[in-house]
């Protein structure tokens, strides 16, 4: 039984659309992350949060908006797309000073 | 700030030779430092981590990795491959705060 679990797989999005991707997870932990996974490029960390209400900015938040109304949610906002967010993102969960639990992925198309 | 280092984007073995995947990490405090696994189309998979004590630690399929503070590297190992293998491999460090930073990867091909 999947832990982390990301919605849409994938998704095809017009630039200057807005774009939300959803994570849901039961592991109950507290921290919760996304990623965008580019070829050359590794994962890199947009946003996290530490907890309901909370929303930390990662490595590269420009561009993205993140939202963690409960627990097990958090989501992935981008408000107006661009083709530059053509990416792979990944949802994370895990608890402060070890290991993170991803989700499948979404497969993000920006035309 | 921390950082991470594959020097091998790529590796190529046979099926059945021994395999190292290399990593330096970058961090100011005692680190910890993680190995996770790849597959096509698929979310990252945690291999191993280590967060102190014996700098040799085991994790799933066979796999192991050392902790080397003087070298600030944590290579993966595994003495022998099967082309199931074949995967991208991530080093990551992570600071007390739970913010993991990732290297580029490792594509790792077995031939079968």
């Known amino acids: 039984e999947a832990a982390v679990t990301q919605s849409p797989r994938n998704k095809v999005a017009v630039t200057g659309g807005k774009v939300t991707l959803s994570c849901n997870q039961t592991?109950?932990?507290?921290?919760m992350y996304w990623y965008r996974q580019d070829t050359g490029h590794g994962l890199r960390l947009i946003h996290y949060?530490?907890?309901?209400?909370?929303?930390e900015k990662g490595d590269i938040p420009d561009g993205y908006k993140a939202s963690r109304p409960s627990q097990e949610n958090f989501s992935l906002i981008l408000e107006l797309a661009t083709p530059s967010q053509t990416s792979v993102y990944f949802c994370?969960?895990?608890?402060?000073?070890?290991?993170?639990?991803f989700g499948p992925g979404t497969r993000l198309t920006v035309l | 700030a921390q950082s991470v280092t594959q020097p091998d984007a790529r590796v190529t073995v046979s099926e059945g030779a021994s395999l190292q995947l290399r990593c330096k990490y970058s961090y100011s405090a005692t680190p910890y430092l993680f190995w996770y696994v790849q597959y096509p189309r698929q979310g990252l998979q945690l291999l191993l981590k280590?967060?102190?004590?014996?700098?040799v630690v085991q994790g799933v399929n066979g796999f192991e990795a050392e902790f080397s503070k003087s070298n600030s590297s944590f290579h993966l190992r595994k003495a022998s491959v099967h082309w199931s293998d074949s995967a991208v491999y991530f080093c990551a460090v992570s600071s007390h705060t739970g913010k993991l930073t990732f290297g580029h990867g490792t594509i790792l091909r077995v031939h079968p």
């Open positions: 994370a969960s895990g608890e402060q000073g070890h290991e993170q639990y």
């Open positions: 949060s530490y907890g309901a209400g909370s929303t």
């Open positions: 592991n109950n932990h507290n921290n």
């Open positions: 280590y967060y102190s004590g014996d700098p």
